[in-house]
Nanobody
Framework: VQLQASGGGLVQAGGSLRLSCFAS???????????MGWFRQAPGKDREFVAA????????LYADSVKGRFTISRNNAENTVYLQMNSLIPEDTAVYYC??????????????????????WGQGTLVTASS
């Protein structure tokens, strides 16, 4: 599985961006059920969880810092996961990474939030929200 994140850029505070993550080398279907997540890493800080979505797309989880502003979604037919980011603030500035983790009985109910629950990572896309 290879993940390609895109959509980052420079935006003024209050603006919006939509990140995309395309998965190649695999087809999201009933035989290949993957939970997907977005993480971010600001300069000098640890990588942190942003949002996750279960394989079916029904279950989602968000970090408190982005709840109500960010929306994660997926299109399994297109092997793509999205992160719609609204009302961006300077604190959202970071490199954003998408990740894929094989679904388990537990993650079917609650998408994974820890980095060690994900086995595949994209290269990251930079988001800068200027004040």
């Amino acid at each position: 599985v290879q993940l390609q994140a895109s959509g980052g850029g420079l935006v003024q505070a209050g603006g919006s961006l939509r990140l995309s993550c395309f998965a190649s080398g695999i087809t999201f279907d009933t035989r290949n059920q993957y939970a997907m997540g977005w993480f971010r890493q600001a300069p000098g800080k640890d990588r942190e969880f942003v949002a996750a979505i279960g394989w079916s797309g029904i279950s989602t989880l968000y970090a408190d810092s982005v709840k109500g502003r960010f929306t994660i979604s997926r299109n399994n037919a297109e092997n793509t996961v999205y992160l719609q980011m609204n009302s961006l603030i300077p604190e959202d500035t970071a490199v954003y990474y998408c990740a894929a983790g094989k679904a388990t009985a537990a993650t079917l109910l609650r998408p994974p939030v820890n980095t060690d629950e994900y086995s595949h990572w994209g290269q990251g896309t930079l988001v800068t929200a200027s004040s």
